[in-house]
């Protein structure tokens, strides 16, 4: 395959493109992102049609279709109460689709993978915002470690078969996302879907108030899963090198400020207020992503913008 070089490469309108994990949060923006840039050559497979924790399954695909990229955004992901409840999935399932999808993209002429993780990877009191450095520095927050263990293990293996067989396997590491395709499932969503919903539900049934956990206080990232597919091709385009790379907006904004933007873009007229008895959690969470900026990438959606587009997927594909 020659010595790996960071020259940018300019992938072809028709190369064969295989999205795994092509109908959730993330690939369904990378599969919007593509269709826009005139690709005309996705490889999609639902579940049902290529199960990617059957080793023998996945070689056989590999093996007829000869995808010449792969973006890897299949996986198991859930929220603290599922990864208490099932860590043996969260653990198997994802190493075991991370494994078969890497090798077999190796063993069967890929040019280039990128594989994506998620911010959990890091320690829990890594310091903000957080650089790629932070990584295996200090222990992980406990009640999603199996996720982020197999995360790891993710980038681990990219970067072993980069140094044993030279071979062009890279990996981003999103800051939370929020966008089109998002979970807003009452019980088990993160904090900008639930706020959504929240707020939409309180303006339907015409309620006077929506109570909020905490004081509102800590400060958060968010990147809309559109910009985390620019991001995407620009890095399979322009980047080619053995660590990982941190792709965040690079702006913070507080939890209240957070539930008052969502508020206005759903229009509810009622009350906000602020339960001060229940737990904050973590006062800071950002990612430094000043290696991704350096690269010549910067996020183009505001929050704002960001939060009226989703609002309008809601209305049109999840409000009872």
């Given at each position: 395959m020659g010595s790996l070089n960071n020259d940018p490469i300019t992938i072809e309108k028709s190369a064969k493109i295989f999205i795994a994990g092509h109908r959730g949060l993330v690939g369904s923006a990378i599969v919007r992102k593509l269709n826009q840039l005139g690709f005309t050559n996705l490889l999609l497979k639902s579940h049902s049609e290529l199960d990617l924790t059957r080793q023998n399954d996945v070689e056989s695909f590999f093996q007829s279709e000869k995808p010449q990229f792969v973006i890897l955004a299949a996986a198991k992901v859930g929220g603290i109460h599922a990864n208490n409840t099932y860590p043996a999935e969260f653990i198997a399932v994802n190493l075991q689709i991370q494994t078969n999808v890497i090798d077999s993209s190796y063993r069967n002429g890929v040019r280039k993978?990128?594989?994506?993780?998620?911010?959990?990877?890091?320690?829990?009191?890594?310091?903000?915002?957080?650089?790629?450095?932070?990584?295996?520095t200090g222990p992980l927050e406990p009640t999603n470690e199996w996720y982020a263990i197999a995360k790891i293990s993710g980038i681990k293996m990219c970067q072993a078969y980069r140094i044993q067989y030279n071979w062009d396997a890279i990996s981003a590491m999103p800051t939370n996302l929020y966008g089109p395709n998002d979970n807003f499932h009452p019980e088990n969503s993160h904090v900008l879907p639930a706020l959504m919903r929240r707020f939409h539900e309180?303006?339907?049934?015409?309620?006077?108030?929506?109570?909020?956990?905490g004081t509102g206080s800590p400060l958060r990232e968010f990147l809309h899963v559109d910009d985390l597919a620019d991001a995407i091709v620009y890095l399979l385009e322009n980047y080619s090198g053995l660590d990982h790379v941190n792709v965040g907006s690079g702006k913070e904004v507080t939890i209240k400020e957070l539930a008052e933007l969502v508020k206005e873009v759903v229009g509810f007229e009622g009350e906000l207020k602020w339960d001060s008895s229940k737990p904050d959690g973590t006062p800071r969470k950002l990612m430094d992503s000043s290696k991704l900026a350096n690269l010549g990438w910067v996020p183009k959606v505001s929050?704002?913008?960001?939060?009226?587009?989703t609002y309008q997927w809601y209305l049109q594909n999840v409000k009872q």
């Open positions: 993978l990128i594989f994506l993780g998620s911010s959990c990877i890091y320690p829990k009191f890594a310091p903000q915002p957080i650089p790629e450095g932070a990584l295996l309180a303006k339907v049934t015409g309620a006077k108030e929506v109570v909020v956990w929050l704002r913008e960001g939060l009226v587009n």
